[in-house]
């Protein structure tokens, strides 16, 4: 059974993943990083394990491309 602490809010998450609010929104929007509603208040959640899962995707990329960037722009790819 998923809890909501399993969950993170839009503020929370951009820490986590190190961008903006309006950066994190746009993803889900896009379809990058799945995105969840809550029933009670329509705010929107974000399971923290697909957070984590997209964060190190993006971390693979950069290493790949160049290493010594980690931050991602808007289109979830490296600054």
Known sequence: MTKLSDYALTAEAADILGVSQNTVRTWAKDGKIPVHRNPANGYRLFKRRDLEQF???????AITTSPKRKRVNRSGKPK
Do not use: D, F, V
Request: aromatic content about 0%.
């Open 55 to 61: 964060l190190k995707r993006i971390e693979r990329s």
